[in-house]
């Protein structure tokens, strides 16, 4: 948990690496999924679990969890013909993914 009840709880990693966050307002009218880039110098540096807590809080979560971090995270979206990838994973190779978190627009 980064966020929990509304306070950033205590974060032992202090090196920056690749980052996958999600989490929710207080009124749950909203969901936020960040990605982070890493490892790249000179691009993104990546986040230390401080750094993760601190920007869901600035986001306005009141709940947040990290996901996932290093080349496992990949940001991907649907456009009318495929799947794009929106973020730069390191070196741009992307892994296999045994699983995945999906969301669905309600029709």
Same mark, same amino acid.
């Given at each position: $948990?980064?966020?929990?009840?509304?306070?950033?709880?205590?974060?032992? @990693?202090?090196?920056?690496?690749?980052?996958? $966050?999600?989490? =929710?307002?207080?009124?749950?009218? =909203?969901?936020?999924?960040?990605?982070?880039?890493?490892?790249?110098?000179? =691009? @993104?540096? +990546? $986040?230390?679990?401080?750094?993760? @807590?601190?920007? $869901?809080?600035?986001?306005?979560?009141?709940?947040?969890?990290?996901?996932?971090?290093? +080349?496992?995270?990949?940001?991907?979206?649907?456009?009318?013909?495929?799947?794009?990838?929106?973020?730069? /994973? /390191?070196?741009?190779?992307?892994? /296999?993914? /045994? @699983?995945?978190?999906?969301?669905?627009?309600?029709?």
């Amino acid at each position: $948990m980064l966020i929990l009840d509304g306070k950033v709880t205590k974060q032992d @990693s202090k090196i920056r690496h690749p980052r996958t $966050m999600v989490g =929710y307002d207080k009124e749950q009218n =909203y969901l936020y999924f960040v990605v982070i880039d890493g490892r790249q110098n000179g =691009y @993104s540096e +990546g $986040m230390t679990g401080t750094e993760q @807590s601190q920007l $869901m809080k600035e986001l306005g979560c009141w709940e947040a969890l990290n996901l996932d971090g290093g +080349g496992s995270s990949v940001l991907v979206i649907k456009t009318a013909d495929n799947l794009a990838i929106v973020n730069q /994973p /390191p070196k741009r190779n992307i892994r /296999p993914i /045994p @699983s995945l978190l999906g969301i669905r627009k309600k029709l």
